[in-house]
């Protein structure tokens, strides 16, 4: 019942947030954190990130960081597992912890008047995990049956080959989660190495949103965060471009429902034209007003949805895209939204679509910031995107200034090559090969 109420709190909206000021904190510590002070709920939202993520999983056991992660609050301290996550019950504590490619991740949720031992918990979890015999093989249990059901599901298996095809064995393509091979050969010893290479202060980013003051955050983050390790042991991921495109695979599997996940090179954070890249992605899979679902879905009623979106990461950039239909229609899908990719890479958009795409966007980012967690995430974003701390003032001018050349030189550069496809379902003629392409390091 406490955290049904902890999580009713965490979603009222609060559309001063997005308006507030950005701080830069600094402990006593030499903790540094963005920060957001509102007491418009008795709330608190922090979020932070440590470089390392997937991509430090050694090799052959794929799934380390994503165990940590589910294992990292099964207990730790002086409390084992049911006792631990009984505290969090009963003060409407929400604690979790993920990994991507790049990051280790966590999110801390609170009510203000349970602070102290929310933050204390998680202190005592990246500090003291137990990693205890039964939950590790509790928890590998979980992820192997989760991982089991995926061998089955069209949509995780497109997902997880469109990777080995744009990757190949760089650590890109490995799957985070694990597989069925390699979760087996993750031992505790594994785990807490991994824990002591990468829960570290040296690459730490922290945002917080809420009702408390900077002087009580700044000793809150001393005491959660000081006594980790100064230095991180990361091992070097090399920078890669994702493999040239056109390349199609094709997975059998009987299912009424044909996933089909495509997508190529993308372009990367910091390069100059990602502005414009992100507006014209918009307008060709960005929702139910964009050119793939007018086209696939509206005009031919082949998939009930489609859409696309960038994808950045510290060493590489992807857009990729995904629809479902029925299998015999697979081919029409494939050959509708390869048309219209080439003709955006081909044409670019029309100034109508930039206009409208740009006013949405500038629209939308605030009203999607309207609660502690989501501002919280946002900034937390920002800073691993190594953004200056008044980028949400300054986002909506550099919108505008995407100009149509801007957003056509985008679109060549994103769709000029066709397309990286997977298709996994009964087999249909759109799941005919093309010519691999090797891949290539910058």
């Known amino acids: 019942m406490a955290l049904g109420i902890c999580m009713a709190i965490a979603t009222i909206p609060v559309p001063s947030h997005a308006a507030a000021k950005i701080q830069h904190l600094i402990s006593p510590g030499g903790i540094e954190a963005w920060f957001v002070q509102d007491a418009t709920v008795p709330l608190v939202a922090m979020e932070f990130a440590m470089d390392g993520g997937a991509a430090q999983d050694p090799d052959g056991k794929a799934g380390t960081g994503n165990m940590v992660a589910d294992l990292i609050d099964e207990g730790s301290g002086d409390l084992d597992s049911r006792t631990f996550h009984e505290h969090l019950d009963r003060r409407a504590i929400e604690l979790s912890f993920s990994v991507t490619r790049d990051y280790f991740r ?23 995990p137990h990693f205890d015999g039964a939950d590790v093989e509790r928890i590998r249990a979980q992820l192997m049956s989760g991982l089991k059901r995926e061998t089955s599901n069209p949509g995780s298996l497109a997902s997880r080959k469109f990777l080995e095809v744009a990757y190949g064995d760089h650590p890109y393509g490995r799957a985070s989660g694990g597989t069925l091979e390699s979760l087996p050969n993750i031992t505790v010893a594994d785990l807490k190495d991994y824990v002591s290479r990468v829960l570290t202060k040296e690459h730490l980013k922290i945002s917080v949103v809420g009702d408390i003051d900077p ?6 983050l001393d005491r959660t965060f000081g006594g980790l390790p100064s230095k991180s042991k990361l091992v070097s ?29 993308g372009i990367l954070r910091n390069d100059p034209n990602f502005m414009a890249a992100y507006v014209v992605n918009h307008i060709l899979g960005g929702g139910s007003g964009s ?13 009930y949805s489609i859409s696309d979106s960038l994808v950045w990461m510290n060493h590489s950039a992807l857009f990729v895209g995904s629809t479902g239909t ?36 500038k629209g939308s980012r605030l009203l999607s910031l309207d609660t502690s967690s989501k501002l919280a995430s946002a900034m937390l974003q920002y800073q691993l995107d190594h953004l200056s701390i008044d980028y949400l003032e300054r986002r909506n001018a550099l919108v505008d200034a995407v100009t149509i050349e801007d957003a056509k030189q985008a679109a060549r550069r994103l769709w000029g090559d066709g397309l990286l496809t997977v298709i996994v379902g009964r087999a249909p003629e759109a799941a005919q090969p093309v010519a691999a392409v090797p891949l290539k390091a910058n």
Do not use: C
Not at 291 to 303: D, M, T
């Open 291 to 303: 050119r793939l679902y007018r086209e696939v879905r509206e005009k031919r009623g082949l998939a």
């Open 106 to 128: 966590g999110s801390l949720r609170m009510l203000k008047e349970n602070k102290d031992e929310a933050f204390e918990l998680l202190r005592t979890s990246l500090t003291s």
């Open 326 to 361: 029925r299998a015999d229609r697979a081919g029409e899908t494939v050959e509708a939204l390869t048309r219209e990719i080439r003709r955006m890479g081909q044409d670019g958009p029309t100034e109508q679509e930039l206009d409208e795409a740009k006013s949405y966007l």
């Open 237 to 265: 991921v090399p920078d890669i471009v994702a493999s040239k495109p056109p390349q199609r695979e094709f997975i059998a599997l009987d299912v009424p429902q044909t996933v089909v996940t495509f997508g190529g090179p």
């Open 215 to 220: 002087a009580s955050l700044g000793a809150l």
